[in-house]
């Protein structure tokens, strides 16, 4: 016989109807809550998806990659320097920005532009500095830049807290971030390698601080736009990489007008199909490498963003290995890499 169950004087469709009328009135409750909260605070907010997180970092790597040869074939044959590497890093990826917008997959609106002024201004100095650094040489000082990334770390652990105190707290902690900079640091640390000028000496240390208040003010300018109102469209990743990558090319432009008309061909410059195919595909590179490199730097606190920072770098150092056939290792180097890998795996383990 088929009929609904009585227990205890209640049927039991009536107890399925009231359970059905609960798990309603709780659905409508969440769905009010989840309105309330504006969508650009939960882009901005949220914890990215480790997946997300890998995808952009394997495409920062690849990308820089790329990249390294790319930049060889402008500077060691058409004499183009770091102004204008920086200028066309932005501007593709404003091309690329651009691109999205025009797709839809951009929200139209305004953002404030008062916001950008800090991170501008202070990528500005980045891409100044690193030109000085860099010196305009044939030998590029690669060493030299990489041996003061303990101090980029150390000034995302001071200034941090400072300039963007919503992402001060999380993992990893600041106390594992202390031994991973020094080991990374030391990990380029080749006396046989390292070359450098007074001048790029002395501003080396300026350039690792640069970089830091760059990627801290361009995070603390994108939570500020992520805190507009509900009936504004804020908080956007791509919007606000299509701000800031636009102002960046406008400001880079003049310098890097003026690196170019001082660039000098040499006549008897080789080329092979290598370099054609390298400066055909570089707008790919560098799109691909700034988008990515923005997405991780505001989608992740500074201290994460920095261990991603020295695991890459980490892995270049044993590039140049390889390349170099283990030609210039010295015990330093070769110390600083192993209690770098010790100290990702012990971050590793903490997430």
């Not at 500095?129 to 990489?146: A, D, F, P, W």
């Not at 400066?279 to 997405?295: A, K, Q, R, T, V």
């Not at 056939?325 to 383990?349: D, E, F």
Request: aromatic share 12%; with cysteine.
């Amino acid at each position: 016989m088929v009929g609904s169950i009585d227990i205890e004087g209640c049927s039991g469709l009536g107890v399925i109807g009231r359970f059905d009328d609960q798990i309603t009135q709780k659905t409508q409750i969440s769905l009010a809550r989840h309105q309330r909260t504006p969508p650009s605070m939960r882009d901005a907010t949220s914890s990215p998806r480790k997946q997300d997180v890998t995808y952009f970092f394997l495409l920062n790597v690849s990308s820089g990659f790329m990249l390294s040869a790319a930049h060889n074939v402008l500077f060691f044959v058409l004499d183009i320097k770091t102004p204008v590497i920086h200028f066309l890093h932005h501007f593709f990826t404003f091309m690329f920005m651009m691109l999205l917008y025009a797709l839809g997959c951009i929200p139209k609106g305004s953002l404030p532009l008062e916001e950008f002024k800090v991170p501008v201004a202070a990528k500005f100095c980045e891409a100044m500095l690193s030109s000085i650094v860099h010196s305009q040489n044939r030998t590029g000082e690669l060493y030299l830049t990489r041996i003061f990334d303990f101090v980029f770390t150390f000034t995302i652990l001071v200034a941090g807290k400072h300039l963007v105190p919503s992402r001060s707290t999380g993992k990893p902690e600041p106390y594992l971030m202390i031994p991973l900079a020094l080991a990374a640091s030391l990990s380029w640390f080749e006396v046989g390698q390292l070359e450098y000028s007074a001048l790029s000496l002395f501003f080396a240390p300026f350039l690792a601080v640069a970089r830091a208040l760059s990627l801290l003010t361009m995070q603390r300018a994108f939570v500020r736009t992520s805190e507009m109102g509900p009936g504004e469209k804020g908080g956007h990743l791509e919007q606000f990489c299509l701000y800031y990558t636009g102002l960046n090319t406008l400001v880079l432009f003049l310098p890097a007008l003026y690196s170019y008309m001082m660039s000098h061909v040499e006549v008897d410059a080789s080329w092979e199909s290598i370099d054609y195919t390298l400066m055909s595909l570089s707008f790919l590179f560098m799109s691909g490498n700034i988008y990515s490199d923005l997405w991780l730097g505001l989608s992740l606190n500074g201290r994460a963003y920095a261990t991603l920072d020295h695991t890459k770098f980490l892995g270049a150092s044993i590039g140049q290995w390889i390349i170099q056939n283990m030609s210039h290792p010295n015990i330093v180097a070769l110390g600083g890499k192993m209690l770098t890998v010790v100290c990702l795996i012990r971050i590793a383990t903490r997430f």
